[in-house]
């Protein structure tokens, strides 16, 4: 694998792990109404989460790709047109309406049971997969490891700075709510989100075997 593509994924990766969507909104939300703890937690189980969609990826379609030109050309324009569904679907979001329930419970609930709730949410989430597909073959490089390593290693760099990113979320949830209410800041994201999704879907569709 080369520096300079490990470099490139890392960016793309932590553009699209701070636009904010429905995972990061929640560690957001969870954070400033139950405490930076409960964030945090789910933050660990959302990330862990991202280990099974990576094996599932690298050992599944890795092989597929691999042994077969047709498939991989296929797979290539399927995840392009799903990334660039997903950008169009970005121009259409609308402001989110966040609503904030600051009335904390009594009750602790367990750091487990918290990283379990955040792990089987993002594990059960089929448009995760989808995404893996998409997005990771893409920044595979054609020297060096193998293949599905590289797929795994990929992986295991987006786990990492997404656990980092969702916690400094949940750390910084105090002062990052003041820009839920800006028009501003929603119409930033909206359009960013809207561009690296489709420069990624156009580099899939471009990309050569």
Same mark, same amino acid.
């Given at each position: 694998m080369e520096f300079q593509q490990i470099m490139s994924f890392l960016g793309a990766s932590i553009l699209l792990t701070l636009m904010p969507g429905p995972d990061n909104i929640f560690v957001l939300t969870e954070s400033l109404t139950k405490g930076q703890r409960d964030g945090i937690a789910i933050s660990? =189980?959302?990330?862990? =989460?991202? %280990?099974?969609?990576?094996? $599932?990826? $690298?050992? =599944?379609?890795?092989?597929?790709?691999?042994?077969?030109?047709?498939? /991989?050309?296929?797979?290539?324009?399927? =995840? $392009?047109?799903?990334?660039?569904?997903?950008?169009?679907?970005?121009?259409?979001?609308?402001?989110?309406?966040?609503?904030?329930?600051?009335?904390?419970?009594?009750?602790?609930?367990?750091?487990?049971? %918290? &990283?379990?709730?955040? /792990?089987? &949410?993002?594990?059960?989430?089929?448009?995760?997969?989808?995404? /893996?597909?998409?997005?990771?073959?893409?920044?595979?490089?054609?020297?060096?490891?193998?293949?599905? /390593?590289? &797929?795994?290693?990929?992986?295991f760099i987006f786990m990492t700075q997404t656990v980092i990113i969702f916690s400094l979320i949940a750390i910084l949830s105090g002062k990052l709510s003041n820009y839920l209410n800006s028009a501003k800041f929603w119409k930033i994201t909206k359009w960013s989100k809207v561009s690296v999704l489709s420069v990624l879907g156009l580099t899939l569709a471009l990309m050569e075997k």
């Amino acid at each position: 694998m080369e520096f300079q593509q490990i470099m490139s994924f890392l960016g793309a990766s932590i553009l699209l792990t701070l636009m904010p969507g429905p995972d990061n909104i929640f560690v957001l939300t969870e954070s400033l109404t139950k405490g930076q703890r409960d964030g945090i937690a789910i933050s660990l =189980g959302l990330a862990s =989460g991202i %280990l099974v969609h990576t094996l $599932a990826t $690298a050992t =599944g379609v890795s092989i597929v790709i691999q042994n077969s030109e047709i498939t /991989f050309t296929v797979i290539k324009y399927l =995840g $392009a047109c799903y990334l660039f569904y997903l950008s169009f679907k970005a121009f259409q979001e609308q402001r989110p309406n966040v609503e904030l329930n600051f009335e904390k419970e009594n009750t602790k609930t367990g750091f487990g049971k %918290l &990283m379990r709730k955040g /792990f089987f &949410m993002n594990v059960l989430n089929p448009k995760v997969s989808l995404f /893996f597909i998409a997005f990771l073959p893409q920044f595979v490089s054609k020297n060096g490891f193998n293949f599905t /390593f590289q &797929m795994i290693i990929l992986g295991f760099i987006f786990m990492t700075q997404t656990v980092i990113i969702f916690s400094l979320i949940a750390i910084l949830s105090g002062k990052l709510s003041n820009y839920l209410n800006s028009a501003k800041f929603w119409k930033i994201t909206k359009w960013s989100k809207v561009s690296v999704l489709s420069v990624l879907g156009l580099t899939l569709a471009l990309m050569e075997k």
